[in-house]
């Protein structure tokens, strides 16, 4: 694996020809966890997949499509096509020193634009190929939420599944206080339509109650969640990867 701490010329010399591309975000976690989750989640896929693929990774970007987040103070959200300009356009440099396959990952639930962008550019650029590694997405999931002890969790952002990711991550920016609650369901259908400051009490759509877990076993948790469903999302990447760019150059 390589990135963006080694040398021009150690990356020339390697003759590698993949790229990991990979989208955080700055957005609010509800009133007691920080705003970089999504990009310290984005980095975790992305030096799992570049380690796999023997891949350039790139530094994260900690900027995405949080439109639903946008009223909460210090929350950053761009449009889908500033940002899928900015990452055509790093994809085209990069592809003009002869690397030809692409990974794009993003740690944001939010980010619509990521299908429609990988459909577009491979569309575009009959030459170089563009993943998403969302081939094994549900089993992963499922399984990842076994693991760490929290089947049926009933949450899309803010909740016990966040904080015990936080714990992991970055528990020196936590402060472990309850917060959210349980969104009725039927509010899912207006989550795209209005910002969560109308839908939610807090920003949290799940909710934390201190003191139902201890520190080490909300750590533990988001350890045991995040390595199963990643190391189950990158099984199979490398094939894939080849296969598509076989086929598509065929």
Same mark, same amino acid.
Not at 135 to 154: D, S
Not at 175 to 183: A, D, P
């Given at each position: 694996m390589f990135s963006y701490r080694n040398t021009t010329?150690?990356?020339?010399?390697?003759?590698? &020809?993949?790229?990991?591309?990979?989208?955080?975000?700055?957005?609010?976690?509800? =009133?007691?966890?920080?705003?970089?989750?999504?990009?310290?989640?984005?980095?975790?896929?992305?030096?799992?997949?570049?380690k796999e693929l023997d891949a350039y990774v790139l530094p994260t970007l900690p900027f995405n499509t949080s439109e639903e987040h946008a009223n909460f103070k210090g929350t950053i959200t761009v @449009? =889908?096509?500033i940002l899928t300009a900015m990452l055509e356009d790093i994809i085209v440099n990069l592809a003009k020193q002869g690397f030809v396959k692409f990974i794009v990952c993003n740690g944001h639930g939010g980010a619509y634009w990521e299908a429609a962008f990988v459909k577009h550019i491979n569309y575009k650029y009959p030459h170089i190929?563009?993943?998403?590694?969302?081939?094994?997405?549900?089993?992963?999931?499922?399984?990842?939420?076994?693991?760490?002890?929290?089947?049926?969790?009933?949450?899309?952002h803010g909740g016990l599944l966040s904080v015990c990711t936080a714990m992991w991550l970055?528990?020196?920016?936590?402060?472990?206080?309850?917060? +959210?609650?349980?969104? =009725?369901?039927?509010?899912?259908?207006?989550? &795209?339509?209005? +910002?969560?400051?109308?839908?939610?009490? &807090? +920003?949290?759509?799940?909710?934390? /109650?201190? +003191? @139902?877990?201890? /520190? &080490?076993?909300?750590?533990e948790k988001g350890k045991l969640f995040w390595e199963t469903f990643i190391a189950i999302r990158t099984e199979g990447l490398k094939q894939l990867v080849e296969d598509a760019y076989r086929r598509k150059m065929s």
């Open positions: 010329t150690e990356i020339a010399s390697s003759e590698i &020809d993949t790229v990991i591309i990979s989208v955080g975000a700055t957005e609010q976690f509800g =009133p007691f966890l920080p705003m970089h989750l999504d990009t310290l989640i984005a980095e975790l896929y992305a030096e799992s997949y570049g @449009s =889908p096509t190929i563009i993943i998403a590694p969302n081939h094994n997405n549900h089993k992963a999931w499922e399984e990842a939420a076994k693991r760490a002890g929290l089947e049926g969790l009933n949450e899309m970055c528990p020196e920016h936590v402060k472990l206080r309850s917060m +959210g609650s349980n969104v =009725p369901i039927e509010s899912r259908l207006y989550a &795209d339509y209005m +910002g969560w400051d109308k839908l939610t009490e &807090d +920003g949290c759509w799940g909710n934390f /109650e201190e +003191g @139902s877990y201890s /520190e &080490d076993q909300l750590r």
